[in-house]
């Protein structure tokens, strides 16, 4: 069967004052699917993200979340029309405990039902389970990583929105965070994330867009990004 896409981004433009952030920007992210956005410092990367979450409000264009149209809407009403945005610099509260970090992440106030979400996420992610009375503050950064995104999850979103989640990621980490934004996927969510490095945003979304100053110049798995622009990127 055919679904909607969970986000949809139709020619979206963002100004501040006079300067152009984002023209015209484009794609779609399916149920499943990881999708990443990657460009040089100023490409527009987290504009994107605020203004899909009602951070900003775009000059003209449209955004669809689970094939809802939440342009105009407050960020408290994205969030329930499904979007999960990590924001950068992950942001665990650490004097809690990963169980209770967890919990504030369900955005609800029924405890069986959130304790039904917590122990869900203990199976995607077993390493957390064996954490759960430690504060957030004493994990790793991988594990905090892994944190946030199941946080994310709690919400039951459609779609997950992270910004850079490989920042300050050992290379070992990094591969880990493949296999978590994988299970993640596969809980049945699509997976937005942002990029500055393209070699591991190729390694971690199933497509990649390449955002320069503010408009798409190409997009696709690795193999269909065009060898000079990889080069370039990749320089
Ligand atoms: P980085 O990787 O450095 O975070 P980015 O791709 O996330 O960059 P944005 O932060 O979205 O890029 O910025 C896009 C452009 O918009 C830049 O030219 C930036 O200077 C400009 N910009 C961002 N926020 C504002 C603002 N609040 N007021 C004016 N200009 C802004």
Same mark, same amino acid.
């Given at each position: +069967? =055919?679904? $909607?896409?969970?986000?949809e981004?139709?020619?979206?433009?963002? @100004?501040?004052?006079?300067?152009? $952030?984002?023209? !015209?920007?484009?794609?779609?992210v399916?149920?499943?699917?990881?999708?990443?956005?990657?460009?040089?410092?100023? +490409?527009?990367?987290?504009?994107?993200?605020?203004?899909?979450?009602?951070?900003?409000?775009? *000059?003209?264009?449209?955004?669809?979340i689970?094939?809802? !149209?939440?342009?105009?809407?407050?960020?408290?009403?994205? +969030?329930?029309?499904?979007?999960?945005? =990590?924001?950068?610099?992950?942001?665990?509260?650490a004097?809690?405990?990963?169980e209770?970090?967890?919990?504030l992440?369900?955005?609800?106030?029924?405890?069986?039902? %959130?304790?039904?979400?917590? $122990?869900?996420?203990?199976?995607?992610?077993?390493?957390?389970?064996?954490?759960?009375?430690?504060? +957030?503050?004493l994990? #790793?950064?991988g594990?905090?990583?892994?944190?946030? =995104?199941?946080?994310?999850?709690?919400?039951?979103? #459609?779609?997950?929105?992270?910004?850079?989640?490989?920042?300050?990621?050992a290379?070992?980490?990094?591969?880990?965070?493949?296999?978590?934004? @994988?299970? *993640?996927?596969?809980?049945?969510?699509?997976?937005?994330?942002?990029?500055?490095?393209?070699?591991?945003? %190729?390694?971690?979304?199933d @497509? $990649?867009?390449?955002?320069?100053?503010? %408009?798409? @110049? *190409? #997009?696709? #798995?690795?193999?269909?990004?065009?060898? !000079?622009?990889?080069?370039?990127?990749?320089?």
């Amino acid at each position: +069967a =055919v679904t $909607a896409p969970v986000l949809e981004v139709r020619d979206l433009t963002v @100004r501040y004052g006079h300067v152009t $952030a984002l023209e !015209d920007v484009s794609l779609t992210v399916g149920t499943g699917e990881v999708v990443a956005v990657v460009g040089p410092n100023g +490409a527009g990367k987290t504009t994107l993200l605020r203004t899909m979450s009602g951070l900003v409000k775009p *000059a003209s264009g449209g955004i669809s979340i689970a094939g809802r !149209d939440v342009v105009g809407l407050p960020a408290y009403r994205v +969030a329930r029309a499904g979007l999960a945005h =990590v924001p950068e610099g992950r942001g665990t509260v650490a004097p809690l405990t990963v169980e209770d970090n967890l919990r504030l992440g369900a955005l609800s106030e029924n405890t069986r039902e %959130t304790d039904r979400r917590i $122990a869900g996420m203990y199976e995607v992610f077993p390493a957390l389970g064996r954490l759960k009375r430690r504060r +957030a503050g004493l994990l #790793s950064g991988g594990e905090q990583q892994m944190l946030v =995104v199941a946080r994310g999850l709690m919400s039951q979103p #459609s779609l997950l929105a992270i910004d850079e989640p490989s920042m300050g990621l050992a290379p070992i980490m990094v591969r880990e965070l493949v296999g978590m934004l @994988r299970r *993640a996927a596969e809980t049945g969510v699509g997976v937005l994330i942002v990029e500055q490095n393209l070699a591991l945003a %190729t390694q971690l979304a199933d @497509r $990649a867009l390449i955002l320069v100053r503010g %408009t798409v @110049r *190409a #997009s696709g #798995s690795r193999g269909e990004l065009p060898a !000079d622009l990889l080069e370039e990127f990749l320089a």
